[in-house]
């Protein structure tokens, strides 16, 4: 019997409930409110009683799991109608199909019934050949040369009994090959014992240098980390190495297992009868050149699948760090765009985000007109009243660094202090419409000069301009599935926007597009409102804003702020809505609800459960006494800055042992990248993150973490940093080796020890780089 609508939604309900950790009403609540258009940022905070409180991290994965299950319910509903057609839906068989939880347990019973061109198997099928096989599968004491004579048939293409032979073990290749419990079976023994193998193409060792890990190498399927694997199938993709599947440590086990599965499913065993030798060759063919290869296919489709959602979810995080970046705020900002040969780009904005001066300066090769510059950003920092400089961290940062340090010796009064910033993605601004468009007569070198002073100030508003995949903090992003990419990133960023909250009268329509509930072209018409009319006073105001109706202010006015308005709520997260609420506790207090703001001793003394009522329950009257004692809170940290080493500059100025501060630029499964001013990120491998186990490297750090590690090794060839934040370990040098490992090819490997402690045979320190010279060979070429 055939499910209804709610049966399903039900059903749907309860799966998602369950992989959550929620119940089934919290589940259709949540999906009832996302039917109707509602953003996960809305519903985790402003719809807390009617999803009894689920979070944005369960809503998201709640969206998630409801698209593909979804999509499993309407491939089921075309799989059972196109067997229906064909005559062959048993109720057995809808069973089955009705209870497949995934859609490669569904995919497996559509197999036999699938549509597909002419097989070999249906060649011979029209040739009669169907009794053949199926005689000699049920009596197996027949020779199968004698009994296939029998079925000789030029006129329909059989010409002897080889042929008519081939043609039955071709109908029962296709018949196990297709069987969807066979099929299963071996599927999971397989993804569970199977060993990737990768081996070089031959001629291609030079070519594929960054790939020499790799060359003769094998690892579990099961077991091997989404950065590796997605290293490899790059590689695969640019004709560098062969992949293949087997069945273990010991292959030709695993495929005699394999053949032996095969002839288990079909009662075929080697008695000595005529027949048995030719029914085991077909199980034997059926595993090695049909299920093997298919599975092969199959199980690398889902272990890609699994490795593009960690890499995803490693981005995912990776930008939310950066995007939530502490913002150095209201502060009169430079920008120096570093070069060299086409010069240092300078622009200014003040405190409000304006671009207010532009200017090329020249201080580096081939002019070196170093005095100069520095007389010209001392001019601008005067006449401005500059606070920060922003230095981009590309070529020539360093360079520009030091130009930057002297404005601010031999101008103590100013003030000034100089950060050097991550410009990612500065460049992929400067040359898109948005930049165009803001800035319509600015040369283009100079756009980039603008995004580096304003990231500065405030990441989230200047980062959320730039394609999320341009902004360079993920691992192997361009082998992921763009599509699927994007959809993550963009959840990413708009919780990260939602989060922070924004200020409806300064942000750009980039920004306010991020808001829940509004598209990007209601986004630029409140800029053009705001333009033509003045800044908003109140909320309500918003609904003048062609296009921006009622549902569209009930999602985004919450997380929209207007300071110094008319009304003092309009600058916190309290949404609208909830006003009366808010009315109720000021008259409870005698005092106006301005006085009532702030006022933290006497808000927390206050219980939630004497202001609630049939649309406000506890959680949301618990949020709103947490935001009035301090309405529009930033949950971002507190601005500071790393200071890199003087006169370390430059790969040939880091010598072994150094301790240097840097900043966290990526984390990836194997570790992170850290940048100490060098023009390259050095790799903190994961094993050298702590003294304690680290499983996943986000649980020590995250991007933008100012850190102090230790520099364990140096190779200049291949441009390689490696680092410990374990700044008690030193790196032990062997007599005659110099402390810099200059030759690319050398094997020799530094070793960790305590200080004061000597390393014995049975407490012998393992190699400090055999796990960082893989993870360099993978890492940087994705990332």
């Given at each position: 019997?055939k499910?209804t609508?709610?049966q ?12 959550i950790?929620?119940q089934t009403a ?9 039917d109707e258009?509602?953003?996960?940022p809305?519903i985790?905070?402003?719809r ?7 979070d944005?991290?369960q809503?998201r ?10 999509e ?12 229906d057609?064909?005559?062959k839906?048993?109720d ?6 009705e209870?497949?939880d995934?859609?490669a ?8 019934y699938?549509?597909k ?12 050949l ?8 049920a009596d ?20 002897d ?6 043609g039955a073990?071709a ?14 079976e071996?599927?999971?023994?397989l ?6 193998r990768a081996r ?12 020499r890990?790799?060359f ?6 099961a077991k ?8 490899l199938f ?5 004709e560098?190495?062969?992949?293949d599947?087997?069945?273990g440590?010991d292959?030709?086990a695993?495929h005699l297992y ?5 002839a ?7 008695q000595g ?9 077909s199980c034997?063919m059926?595993?090695?050149?049909k ?7 199959d199980?690398?489709g889902q272990?890609?699948?699994k490795?593009e ?6 981005f995912?995080d ?9 913002p150095?705020g209201?502060r ?8 060299i040969r ?8 003040d405190?409000?985000?304006k671009?207010v ?10 002019r070196?007109?170093?005095?100069q510059?520095?007389?010209?950003l ?6 401005h009243g500059v606070?920060l400089i922003a230095?981009?961290n590309g070529t ?5 660094d ?6 601010i010796a031999k101008h103590?009064?100013?003030?000034l202090q ?7 993605g500065a460049?992929?601004y ?5 930049a165009?468009?803001?800035?319509p007569?600015?040369d283009?070198s100079l ?9 500065l100030q ?7 301009k730039?394609?999320?995949k341009a ?6 992003q361009h ?8 959809r ?9 926007v939602?989060?922070?909250g924004?200020?409806?009268?300064t942000?750009?329509?980039?920004l306010?597009?991020r808001?829940?509930?509004?598209s ?6 409140i ?5 033509q ?17 009622e549902?569209t202010?009930?999602?985004c006015?919450?997380?929209?702020r ?6 003092p709520?309009d600058?916190?997260?309290?949404h609208?809505?909830?006003y009366p609420v808010?009315?109720?506790i000021?008259?409870?207090s005698g ?20 202001f ?9 009257v ?6 009035l004692?301090?309405p529009g809170?930033?949950p ?10 003087e006169?370390?500059?430059d790969l040939?100025?880091l010598?072994i042992?150094m ?5 966290v630029?990526?984390v990836?499964?194997?570790g992170?990248?850290?940048?100490i001013?060098?023009h390259?990120?050095?790799l903190?491998h994961?094993?050298?993150l ?10 020590v750090?995250k ?7 230790r ?10 940093i ?11 040098v062997?007599?005659?080796q110099?402390n ?9 490997t530094?070793?960790?020890s305590?200080p004061?402690k ?13 796990a960082l010279?893989?993870?360099f060979?993978?890492a940087?070429?994705?990332?």
């Amino acid at each position: 019997m055939k499910d209804t609508p709610k049966q399903l939604a039900q059903h749907i309900a309860r799966t998602i409930a369950a992989e959550i950790g929620a119940q089934t009403a919290q589940a259709l609540a949540a999906i009832a409110l996302l039917d109707e258009g509602a953003s996960v940022p809305f519903i985790a905070r402003y719809r807390k009683e009617i999803t009894g409180g689920l979070d944005d991290t369960q809503l998201r994965n709640l969206e998630t799991r409801l698209t593909y299950l979804r999509e499993l319910e309407e491939r089921r509903a075309t799989v059972l109608a196109s067997i229906d057609e064909q005559g062959k839906l048993s109720d057995a068989l809808r069973a089955e199909i009705e209870a497949a939880d995934s859609k490669a347990r569904l995919e497996d019973l559509y197999l036999p019934y699938k549509p597909k061109r002419r097989t070999r198997a249906q060649i011979a099928r029209e040739a009669g050949l169907e009794p053949l096989a199926d005689g000699l599968l049920a009596d197996p004491t027949q020779a199968p040369e004698t009994f296939a004579a029998g079925f000789v048939d030029a006129d329909k293409g059989v010409a002897d009994g080889k042929a008519a032979l081939d043609g039955a073990r071709a109908i029962l290749m296709e018949r196990w090959g297709e069987d969807p419990a066979l099929v299963g079976e071996l599927r999971n023994w397989l993804g569970e014992t199977g060993v990737i193998r990768a081996r070089v193409a031959e001629g291609k060792e030079e070519a594929g240098a960054k790939y020499r890990d790799y060359f003769e190498h094998s690892e579990a399927l099961a077991k091997i980390p989404s950065h590796r694997l997605l290293a490899l199938f790059r590689a695969r993709k640019e004709e560098i190495l062969y992949l293949d599947l087997d069945p273990g440590k010991d292959a030709e086990a695993g495929h005699l297992y394999g053949d032996g599965r095969v002839a288990l499913h079909a009662g075929v065993s080697d008695q000595g009868r005529a027949a048995d030798r030719w029914l085991l060759d077909s199980c034997r063919m059926t595993w090695r050149a049909k299920l093997h290869l298919h599975l092969l296919l199959d199980l690398f489709g889902q272990a890609r699948e699994k490795a593009e959602a960690e890499a995803i979810a490693i981005f995912g995080d990776n930008l939310k760090d950066l995007l939530l970046a502490a913002p150095a705020g209201a502060r009169t900002v430079m920008g120096l765009d570093p070069g060299i040969r086409t010069g240092v780009k300078v622009a200014v904005v003040d405190r409000t985000g304006k671009l207010v001066a532009t200017d090329t300066i020249y201080p580096h090769e081939p002019r070196k007109q170093w005095d100069q510059s520095l007389h010209s950003l001392h001019k601008l920092c005067v006449q401005h009243g500059v606070e920060l400089i922003a230095i981009g961290n590309g070529t020539a940062s360093r360079e520009t660094d030091k130009l930057a340090g002297e404005v601010i010796a031999k101008h103590p009064e100013l003030k000034l202090q100089k950060i050097v910033v991550s410009e990612a993605g500065a460049s992929v601004y400067s040359a898109s419409e948005l930049a165009a468009k803001e800035f319509p007569e600015l040369d283009v070198s100079l756009r980039g000069a603008v995004s580096i002073a304003r990231r500065l100030q405030d990441p989230l508003a200047e980062l959320v301009k730039i394609e999320p995949k341009a902004i360079g903090v993920g691992q192997y992003q361009h082998d992921v599935d763009p599509y699927r990419m994007a959809r993550a990133l963009d959840a990413r960023v708009e919780d990260c926007v939602n989060a922070v909250g924004v200020h409806v009268n300064t942000a750009s329509a980039a920004l306010l597009a991020r808001v829940s509930g509004l598209s990007s072209s209601v986004a630029e018409n409140i800029v053009l409102h705001r333009d033509q009319n003045g800044p908003f006073k109140r909320r309500r105001e918003l609904l003048k804003v062609p296009r921006l109706g009622e549902k569209t202010f009930e999602q985004c006015a919450g997380f929209l702020r207007i300071a110094d308005g008319d009304e003092p709520l309009d600058a916190s997260s309290v949404h609208p809505e909830a006003y009366p609420v808010v009315e109720r506790i000021a008259k409870d207090s005698g005092r106006a609800v301005k006085q009532l703001i702030g006022d933290a001793g006497y808000l927390r003394g206050l219980k939630p459960e004497s202001f609630t009522d049939e649309k406000f329950g506890v959680p949301t009257v618990r949020d709103i006494l947490k935001e009035l004692e301090k309405p529009g809170r930033d949950p971002r940290p507190e601005f500071k800055a790393a200071r890199f080493a003087e006169g370390v500059e430059d790969l040939k100025h880091l010598k072994i042992g150094m301790i240097l501060e840097g900043v966290v630029t990526n984390v990836a499964a194997f570790g992170a990248f850290v940048d100490i001013g060098v023009h390259q990120d050095g790799l903190v491998h994961i094993s050298a993150l702590s003294d304690t186990y680290v499983k996943d490297p986000r649980e020590v750090v995250k991007a933008g973490d100012i850190v102090k590690v230790r520099v364990l090794e140096v190779d200049i060839p291949r441009k390689r940093i490696a680092l410990t934040r374990r700044l008690e370990d030193v790196p032990v040098v062997k007599p005659g080796q110099d402390n810099q490992r200059r030759d690319a090819d050398s094997s020799r490997t530094r070793i960790l020890s305590r200080p004061g402690k000597t390393a014995s045979p049975a407490t012998k320190p393992q190699p400090a780089n055999s796990a960082l010279a893989a993870a360099f060979a993978r890492a940087k070429s994705g990332a």
